[in-house]
């Protein structure tokens, strides 16, 4: 249970002074393991003015586990599954990556910073990473109109 | 004053009478220094062996060679000095320069330093250091007489003693600081198959220099059984016990500053990163690699299912030594560790958080556990890491620097204490040379003050008194030599003994007749002569027992 004490403290740690653009919540007051994420698209991005519901859940054997953070509102990017699960697939989660070390803090400013550079070599979605590494402004736009759509 | 020279003035000549309220000052001085002295010297005593433990700040010729004591005395001594063997050595040669030149004679002190314990020794090695700061440019001098090249000389004679194992190894870390290094440590590939690789010592290199190259293979009796892990720089080829490695596998190369692999030709392959390197039995070109990057070699034959068909999986550590080195952050967390007991008055404002709950570490109380790389956590916190699958190994969370907890544990020195020791070790070197001089001839002094002390006073009229006095000059000529000294650089100490010599005077006075005590000093002079010798080794002990006598014998005579 040592890991609900560190939840916490990230989490007031997180709200006291929330890095630019995310603000952070749970999603149940009861559960420090489903946190509730509010990320303001980065202004050079298409995502620009959009703000995106993200959802972190942590393990129980957090720290030792990674999070796995998920966008609940549909997101036009290489690195997001275009499916109702919106799973984000950061390098830095991955089992053999991750440190127990990093924070929650790294772990969603790392994820708005994917939003203004993509990843197309790690991507999920390998159609939207064909489109941005050769048509970037055919990306931009559809980027920018499901922004519009979904997270206005 | 005035009342001990009015005292004095019915002996016939006025210079004696200066010389012996000389003497009479040293001899105050003396016994006015036990009480305050005492702790200090203690405490000296107490700091010099940590500061001076580098074998280099004696002069180990003297520590070998004129060391009364047998060498295996040397664990007990450094264990109550809690510092090295050197601490000794500095102790011992103080002893013998102190027994040899002080009496040929062989004094009692001779004998009685070789056979007390350890601990007798110490306090004598306490006593007898006693005033650093005084004489220095005499302790200088000497220091040159006794020990002539005190740099030089400690090099040689290093290398024959078993004592200066330290002193070795301080060469290593030094050279090494620029010396690429690298290691190779197991990697079980936890994702990409259930099959475990070939399980291997971790191996440690350390370049002798650039141009060298670290050739991997199959293991061959022929190249003989390599240390995995070289205390000192090495390019020795390293072999594992698999099929599936030709014998002539890969090479790692140092060029640029950087680390490269390359293919040398294997059969099975080399793949760093999962990417092959070259085609069966070609030479690659070179790949640089980076730490924490992995390495196979070869591929699992027959499934792997006999260990000695499995393939090599290592994971590359370079050029980590700097953290096994004195850096900031290690020194920092030392000092950090080093307040853990100072209670309430410590200052925690270095304090780090553990990485794993976020609380503060480094705090008291608290069950602390600290990788090699400074990395520190609650051991609470950490367990789970520690007592992992890979158990003896252990990747610190934080800088991924592997570490080998089943490892032997290093108690060799600490290369950074020793350099900094190293610093200090000249002026340490004179320190001790110093107060063996200091003690060497403040102790002949002391004796020769108190019996001299008494006769020329009271004994003004006795028979000897001409033997006496020719004694006293003989005597004060060296005490003159001596205060001289004493009173250019031990500027403190006058104060409070001219304090002290005009109570002792003005006490004795009152009921002081000059015909009184007659008796008293031929006794009390056979005495001291018989005290004195026993206690040379400890100048303390004959200040303490001669200064009360004194007053206790006039006192007696109303």
């Given at each position: 249970m040592g890991s609900i004490k560190r939840i916490s403290k990230e989490l007031t740690e997180l709200t006291e002074s929330p890095p630019e653009g995310i603000t952070v919540e749970l999603?149940?007051?009861?559960?420090?393991?489903e946190w509730k994420v509010i990320m303001e698209g980065p202004e050079?991005?298409?995502?620009?003015n959009g703000k995106f519901l993200v959802k972190l859940s942590l393990p129980t054997e957090y720290p030792f586990k990674p999070p796995t953070v998920s966008f609940a509102t549909k997101i036009y990017h290489?690195?997001?599954?275009?499916?109702?699960?919106g799973s984000m697939c950061l390098g830095m989660l991955r089992a053999d990556e991750w440190?127990?070390?990093?924070k929650i803090a790294a772990v969603l400013q790392f994820a708005r910073q994917l939003l203004s550079e993509p990843m197309p070599d790690d991507a999920v979605e390998g159609r939207i990473a064909e489109q941005y590494k050769n048509d970037r402004g055919r990306y931009e736009e559809v980027a920018r109109e499901w922004t519009r759509k979904h997270a206005c | 004053m005035s009342t001990s020279v009015t005292a004095s003035t019915?002996?016939?000549?006025?210079r004696p009478s200066r010389l012996r309220r000389f003497s009479l000052r040293t001899y105050t001085q003396n016994l006015s220094l036990?009480?305050?002295q005492r702790s200090y010297r203690h405490s000296l005593s107490s700091r010099i062996p940590w500061r001076s433990?580098?074998?280099?700040?004696?002069s180990p010729t003297a520590n070998s060679?004129?060391?009364?004591?047998?060498?295996?005395?040397h664990p007990t001594l450094s264990r109550y000095t809690s510092a090295p063997a050197p601490s000794y050595g500095f102790g011992t040669e103080l002893n013998s320069q102190v027994s040899s030149t002080e009496s040929a004679a062989s004094t009692p002190s001779n004998d009685l330093a070789q056979t007390s314990n350890s601990m007798a020794r110490l306090r004598s090695i306490s006593a007898v250091h006693r005033?650093?700061?005084?004489t220095l440019e005499r302790a200088t001098t000497n220091s040159q007489e006794s020990t002539p090249s005190p740099e030089p000389g400690p090099v040689q004679s290093n290398a024959a003693e078993p004592t200066s194992a330290p002193a070795d190894g301080r060469v290593t870390p030094s050279k090494s600081e620029t010396k690429a290094t690298i290691r190779f440590f197991p990697y079980q590939d936890s994702l990409q198959s259930s099959r475990p690789s070939l399980p291997f010592v971790p191996v440690a290199r350390t370049l002798p220099s650039e141009s060298c190259v670290i050739r991997v293979g199959r293991y061959s009796e022929r190249d003989g059984v390599p240390l995995p892990?070289?205390?000192?720089p090495s390019d020795a080829p390293v072999g594992f016990?698999?099929?599936?490695?030709?014998?002539?596998h890969c090479e790692f190369l140092y060029v640029n500053g950087q680390w490269h692999i390359k293919d040398?030709?294997?059969?099975?392959g080399t793949f760093l990163n999962h990417m092959?390197?070259?085609?069966?039995?070609m030479v690659s070109r070179l790949y640089s690699i980076k730490d924490g990057d992995i390495v196979q070699l070869g591929i699992d034959f027959r499934?792997?299912?006999e260990m000695i068909f499995r393939c090599v999986r290592i994971r590359v550590e370079c050029n980590r030594s700097w953290q096994q080195q004195p850096n900031e952050f290690n020194k920092n967390t030392e000092s950090l560790i080093k307040n853990l007991?100072?209670?309430?008055?410590?200052?925690?404002?270095?304090c780090r958080e553990?990485?794993?709950?976020?609380g503060s570490v480094l705090r008291p109380y608290q069950c602390l556990f600290m990788a090699a790389c400074a990395h520190v956590w609650h051991y609470k916190c950490i367990s789970r890491l520690l007592h992992s699958?890979?158990?003896p190994m252990f990747q610190?969370?934080?800088?991924r620097a592997f570490t080998d907890?089943?490892?032997?544990?290093?108690?060799?020195?600490?290369p950074e204490e020793k350099r900094e020791k190293e610093k200090k070790e000249p002026a340490e070197d004179r320190a001790s040379n110093d107060s063996g001089e200091q003690a060497e001839t403040e102790v002949p002094s002391v004796v020769e003050t108190n019996s001299v002390q008494g006769p020329p006073d009271e004994l003004?009229?006795?028979?000897?008194e001409e033997n006496l006095a020719n004694d006293v000059e003989n005597l004060h000529l060296q005490d003159d030599q001596q205060t001289d000294y004493t009173r250019n650089s031990a500027s403190p100490a006058p104060n409070s003994s001219s304090d002290d010599l005009a109570r002792s005077a003005t006490t004795n006075i009152?009921?002081?007749?000059?015909?009184?005590?007659l008796s008293v000093p031929a006794g009390r002079q056979s005495q001291l002569r018989s005290d004195t010798p026993t206690s040379d080794d400890n100048p303390l002990t004959p200040r303490n027992d001669s200064g009360p006598l004194a007053f206790d014998g006039r006192a007696g005579m109303p």
């Open positions: 999603a149940d007051e009861s559960n420090v393991y050079s991005s298409p995502y620009y290489p690195n997001v599954t275009n499916d109702e699960k440190k127990p070390s990093s | 019915s002996l016939p000549d006025s036990p009480s305050g433990s580098n074998p280099d700040s004696i060679t004129t060391s009364p004591c047998p060498e295996s005395d005033p650093p700061p005084r892990n070289p205390t000192e016990k698999s099929k599936v490695v030709s014998r002539k040398v030709g294997s059969s099975s092959r390197l070259s085609q069966p039995n499934g792997g299912e007991g100072k209670g309430e008055t410590a200052d925690y404002s270095g553990c990485s794993i709950c976020l699958p890979d158990y610190c969370p934080n800088c907890l089943s490892a032997e544990v290093d108690d060799s020195n600490d003004g009229d006795l028979p000897e009152p009921g002081w007749q000059p015909t009184q005590p």
